[in-house]
């Protein structure tokens, strides 16, 4: 069998649902982009790929040695389930993050490249790294078409695929791209809740709750109510895309929903161990913890004002402006009054400033 057979069968032993080989060659339109989004600051300050576009558009910058790329496209539905209907006190994980999806996807191409040595080849494999934009290896090597959401969408499986490559010395034939697109559909714009997909293909990551509820900082003040009853990643362009039914449906719901109040009673400890897969600076779980006060703000009503009351006492205050905020949205009469005391007595003019707001 010749070697891209075998990647091939390999790659579909193991799960994915679409695969491609393409030249390791840049990426030079990819890197227009990136640059112009950093420009423009629709790369919210995200690292990743925007820090040097230069080398992320390039395999040949890190492996001198590349020729090819063999890239993949694993499902993660319908394993990831589906959160359900919301419940007050809960909050929802989007299904990329519901366990390592990874990490099949990961062996799969360990696997490609544990075949291209013993062929006698250089081999790495590249997975969410900041030396490759995945998703124009994967549209190049016709393992998908780009997406109007800028997600690569796949036959059979739409949107809900992660993607990866192995950049090897071996010279693999190219496959060619997808002349498919996304036709008359427009359905993930309006389907964003902030608007966040400006025009079809380019996304202001400053406005997408997938970066804002994995950045540092504070939540801005204008996205927090559109958060709902998200705690990390969000799935809302991938739901509307037509091509994602078939396996959207078939995922059973009851997996990937939390107690908030639990997480907001848990050490750090308990939280990195929780949550090891997920992306928050530091793996510090007060992003977490702003997350889930904010969660609580939408959704836990009355039964909330207990625990945020807690937090409003918080020694970082960061926590406290997000729980002074949560406070704010519930119409209760003990909630008020723990926010007349942060008015008075908190130290920190920017937690002062979300009391005076939350109250008016
Ligand atoms: C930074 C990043 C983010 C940022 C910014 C996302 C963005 N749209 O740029 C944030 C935090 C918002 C994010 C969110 C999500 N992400 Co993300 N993210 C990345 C990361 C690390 C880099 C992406 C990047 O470089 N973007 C810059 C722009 C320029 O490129 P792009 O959108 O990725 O690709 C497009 C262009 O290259 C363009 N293109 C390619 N060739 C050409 C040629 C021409 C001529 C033109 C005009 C354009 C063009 O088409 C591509 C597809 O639309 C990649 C991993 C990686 N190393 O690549 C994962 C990745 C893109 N993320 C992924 C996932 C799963 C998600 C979420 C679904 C998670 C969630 N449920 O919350 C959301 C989806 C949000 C969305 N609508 O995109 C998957 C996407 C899989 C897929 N099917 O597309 C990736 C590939 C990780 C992986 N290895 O599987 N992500
Ligand atoms: S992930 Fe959510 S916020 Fe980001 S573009 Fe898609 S729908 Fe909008
Ligand atoms: S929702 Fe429609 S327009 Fe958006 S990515 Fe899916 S198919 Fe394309």
């Not at 790294?129 to 499986?157: E, F, I, N």
């Not at 037509?242 to 719901?253: E, I, K, M, N, T």
Request: charged content about 20%; overall charge neutral; glycine content about 10%.
């Amino acid at each position: 069998m010749e070697l891209r057979e075998r990647i091939g069968k390999l790659l579909t032993d193991a799960g994915c649902v679409g695969f491609g080989f393409t030249t390791a060659e840049p990426f030079p339109e990819v890197r227009v982009r990136l640059a112009d989004a950093v420009a423009s600051g629709r790369s919210a300050g995200l690292p990743f790929t925007f820090r040097d576009p230069a080398t992320s558009t390039d395999p040949g910058a890190s492996f001198p040695w590349a020729t090819s790329l063999a890239v993949a496209a694993m499902p993660y539905v319908p394993d990831s389930g589906s959160p359900g209907p919301a419940s007050p006190g809960t909050a929802r994980i989007a299904r990329f993050a519901t366990s390592d999806h990874y990490r099949p996807l990961r062996a799969a191409l360990g696997a490609v490249a544990a075949l291209l040595v013993a062929a006698g080849h250089r081999a790495e494999v590249l997975v969410d790294d900041a030396r490759l934009v995945d998703r124009a290896a994967a549209v190049r090597a016709g393992v998908g078409w780009a997406g109007s959401s800028t997600l690569v969408l796949v036959p059979g499986a739409g949107p809900w695929v992660l993607l990866g490559s192995v950049v090897t010395d071996a010279a693999l034939a190219p496959t060619e791209a997808m002349r498919r697109t996304c036709g008359t559909c427009t359905a993930c714009l309006p389907a964003c809740p902030t608007g966040a997909i400006i025009a079809p293909g380019v996304l202001d990551a400053r406005r997408c709750l997938s970066a804002v509820l994995q950045s540092p900082g504070w939540i801005p003040s204008e996205v927090r109510v559109a958060v709902g009853d998200r705690l990390y990643g969000c799935d809302d362009c991938l739901e509307a895309c037509p091509p994602g039914d078939r396996l959207l449906a078939a995922a059973v719901p009851g997996k990937g929903r939390v107690d908030v109040y639990r997480l907001l009673a848990a050490d750090d400890r308990s939280l990195r161990a929780g949550y090891p897969h997920f992306f928050v600076p530091r793996h510090e779980g007060r992003w977490l913890r702003r997350n889930a006060l904010v969660v609580l703000g939408n959704t836990g009503g009355g039964d909330a004002v207990g625990v945020l009351a807690g937090y409003a006492a918080h020694p970082d205050p960061m926590l406290r402006g997000h729980a002074v905020w949560a406070l704010g949205r519930v119409a209760d009469a003990r909630a008020r009054a723990v926010l007349g005391v942060v008015t008075r007595t908190d130290p920190e003019p920017d937690v002062v400033a979300e009391a005076v707001a939350a109250l008016a």
